[in-house]
């Protein structure tokens, strides 16, 4: 499985940002798929998760309001969509997907790991 992640960048405060991962590997569309954030000397966090069908969503209570998460099966692509960006949001961020079609924020649950996109937001 190889999971590719793009669109960090530098932002300002309250903008946006849209991160895509793209799949390749096995049927996307049997598994959940998350994404999670590692700030420096930090250890990784959960952000979103998203389940097999898309049905089922998941948050982190610091982005919930401001992130979406959601999948396309049809490109083997699932994306986050951050609004209203705060610099506490600064990170890098990782797509993950894991073994079974249900959601979970336990970075263990995961057994694939995409490469990070850096998202900075400057105050």
């Known amino acids: 499985v190889q999971l590719q992640a793009s669109g960090g960048g530098l932002v300002q405060a309250g903008g946006s940002l849209r991160l895509s991962c793209a799949a390749s590997?096995?049927?996307?569309?049997?598994?959940?798929m998350g994404w999670f954030r590692q700030a420096p000397g930090k250890e990784r966090e959960f952000v979103a998760a998203i389940s097999w069908s898309g049905g089922t969503t998941y948050y982190a209570d610091s982005v919930k309001g401001r992130f979406t998460i959601s999948r396309n099966n049809a490109k083997n692509t699932v994306y986050l969509q951050m609004n209203s960006l705060k610099p506490e949001d600064t990170a890098v961020y990782y797509c993950?997907?894991?073994?079974?079609?249900?959601?979970?924020?336990?970075?263990?649950?995961?057994?694939?790991w995409g490469q990070g996109t850096e998202v900075t937001v400057s105050s």
């Open positions: 590997g096995r049927t996307f569309s049997s598994y959940a």
């Open positions: 993950a997907q894991r073994g079974t079609g249900n959601t979970s924020d336990d970075v263990a649950q995961y057994d694939y």
